[in-house]
Structure formats: structure tokens, C-alpha cells
């Protein structure tokens, strides 16, 4: 019998679910192709190794950037390989649940579900990543009552108030962790000079970033390539650069959260402010991030226990309870 699988196809990590057994896969969304040939070289882990070290003719590449797929040939890849790695045969082919931001658009639904389909699912069903977040969170969704989830990912920001079921109001924006990586190394390159890559960014940006003054205020040393010389160069960072040079997409995911908090019924208002807002995503991990948001939108605010994997455990949850909670995937609501 084909276990079936959930799937979080995030724009920096990917997750596999497999029924009866957990998380399976956890890795970077990244795959590396051979330009020439179209084979495909490496995925996760071993491709994010490649990123900004290959030569012209091999690629490693994101499939998904900004929550949107740019390229669909090597989405359905990526696809194929998990499946193959979780399992999937010609003589057991699963149901496939796959988590996707709510922000994509009709011919990306499909493209995803075709491409599951040709991968060797038996079924592709979809789930909104804030509706997933909020089933792991064991949210009383069938309540008449207010639940909010903010989900930072990679490439999106996506903030969704839930109640009986549903999604009564959504805020979504196509920023996310990534462009805080390209926020520092614009800043780095314009105040010290000096090229870094996204891997280097990132380092960055988890070590002394911050979305407010911290306690642990530090710096970090750096080393990139100097503009003008074009040889190797090496400079202090300070945590308080860092913020400010970050502050301007920060408050671009906090504003979606207050938009979509007043775009919500009155009379969801009180439920606010007693049950809070949750918090996932690789985002939700920036320091401050959480104490920003309550300042700005006077709601207490509560990160998941585990915040990289609560979308994917909430659609594991769906793939374990299939009948009981189908009606919440985005093609059986339509």
C-alpha cells in the first residue's frame, strides 16, 4: 500500500510528510541542472552547496522565487525526485498533499497539480500554507471565532485570519526572508564596497540581524570580494547597520499584518487580542520579529514551537485525518 504524502513546496525549503511515519525530507528548495544535457545534478542540501560555485554550464537554481514557480519544467523535477526519495513507484502511487502560498495564481495551481500528477501521485490536492500552519497549531478552527497566523517564508509574507473552517480575510506579499538577504548584501555593497553572495547574507543576517534592538547586539566579520580591486576583502559589520538596513522590508511584512488584521469583521477584534496571533516560517525566527509585530498591531503574539516544520505537520495532519478534513483543501472549496 502507497503511504500517502504532504508536501510544503517552500521557496527556501521543501518538506516531506509521509503518512504513519513524520517528516521524511527537510532540505533546501534549490536543484542543480546540467544546462546541456538536462540531467539533473544534485538536489537540497548538495545543490545549495553549488549556489554562486559552478561553471556556466551547470545551473543551481531555485524553482520557486517569491512564492511564484519560475520555472515549471524544473518544479516538476524537483517533484519527481521527492517522490521517488519518499518512496513512489509505479505500483504505489500515493495521495499527495501539497502546501502552496495563497498567493499563487490559477495556472500556477494547476501547473502544480499536473506536475504531481505526471510525477506519480494518484491524486494532488492543495492547502493554503497559513490554513496548514493553523491546523499544526491545533487552532479551533471550526469555531466562529477569530485565529490568525502570519507565515514569513522565504519569498512571501502571508497573513490569514481563520474562522469556522475558513479564511475570512488574507494579506498576501511577495516578501519575504530572501529579500532580507538581498537588502544586506545592497547595503554591504554601497557602504563598504564590497560583493557578497546569498549564502554569506544569510549568515548575516541569522548572526547579528534583527528586526529590533536586541540585548545580544554584536557584530560579525565579513569577507567578500572588493569592488574596486577585485580582490579579496574583509569588514566589520554592526548589528545596528544591519537593522536599519533591513528596517524598510521589515516594515513591509509587518504593514501586510496590520492591513490584514483591519481588513478583518469587527467583531473578530476581540478574538485578537485573547487568542493572539501565531507565528511561523523560517522569518519568524529573526530576532525581534515576533515583538515587532505585537508593538506594531497591539496584539500578543506567539511563535510556533517549531516553526520551519508547522506547515508541513499541519498538512501531515490532513494526509492522517484525509476524510475528516478534505473540505479545507483549496480544490474542494471552490
Known amino acids: 500500500m502507497a503511504r500517502d504524502l504532504a508536501i510544503d513546496l517552500g521557496t527556501a525549503n521543501t518538506l516531506v510528510y509521509m503518512q504513519g511515519r513524520g517528516i521524511v525530507i527537510n532540505e533546501p528548495s534549490v536543484i542543480a541542472v546540467n544546462r546541456r544535457t538536462g540531467d539533473v545534478l544534485a538536489t537540497g542540501e548538495d545543490a545549495w552547496e553549488m549556489i554562486g560555485r559552478t561553471p556556466g554550464y551547470i545551473v543551481a537554481v531555485r524553482p520557486l522565487r517569491g512564492g511564484a514557480i519560475t520555472d515549471f519544467e524544473v518544479t516538476e523535477k524537483m517533484i519527481r525526485l521527492l517522490l521517488q526519495r519518499a518512496g513512489v513507484s509505479r505500483f504505489s502511487r500515493p495521495k499527495v498533499l501539497i502546501c502552496v502560498p495563497s498567493a499563487i495564481t490559477e495556472v500556477e495551481r494547476r501547473a502544480v497539480t499536473d506536475a504531481t500528477r505526471r510525477a506519480g501521485a ?84 541569522m548572526s547579528i540581524g534583527s528586526a529590533l534592538p536586541v540585548p545580544a547586539d554584536g557584530e560579525a566579520e565579513v ?112
Do not use: W
Open 122 to 205: 494518484a491524486e494532488a490536492h492543495l492547502l493554503e500554507q497559513p490554513m496548514a500552519a493553523a491546523i499544526g497549531a491545533d487552532l479551533d478552527l471550526d469555531e466562529p471565532a477569530g485565529n490568525t497566523v502570519v507565515d514569513i517564508g522565504g519569498g512571501t509574507t502571508e497573513t490569514a485570519v481563520i474562522s469556522l473552517g475558513g479564511i475570512v480575510a488574507l494579506e498576501a506579499v511577495r516578501v519575504g526572508s530572501f529579500d532580507i538577504d538581498t537588502a544586506i548584501q545592497a547595503h554591504v555593497r554601497r557602504e563598504h564596497a564590497i560583493a557578497i553572495g546569498e549564502r554569506t547574507a544569510e549568515a548575516i543576517k
Open 223 to 334: 569577507r567578500g570580494r572588493d569592488l574596486v580591486s577585485g580582490l579579496p576583502k574583509t569588514v566589520i559589520l554592526h548589528s545596528a547597520e544591519i537593522r536599519d538596513a533591513i528596517n524598510e522590508v521589515i516594515t513591509q511584512m509587518v504593514d501586510s499584518v496590520v492591513r490584514c488584521l483591519s481588513s478583518s469583521p469587527p467583531e473578530l477584534a476581540r478574538d485578537f487580542l485573547q487568542r493572539g496571533i501565531y507565528m511561523v516560517g523560517g522569518g519568524a525566527l529573526l530576532r525581534g520579529m515576533p515583538e515587532r509585530i505585537s508593538r506594531e498591531t497591539k496584539v500578543p503574539v506567539t511563535l510556533a514551537e517549531q516553526p520551519l516544520e508547522a506547515v508541513v505537520l499541519g498538512a501531515g495532519h490532513c494526509v492522517e485525518n484525509f476524510q475528516a478534513l478534505k473540505g479545507m483543501f483549496m480544490d474542494q472549496r471552490r
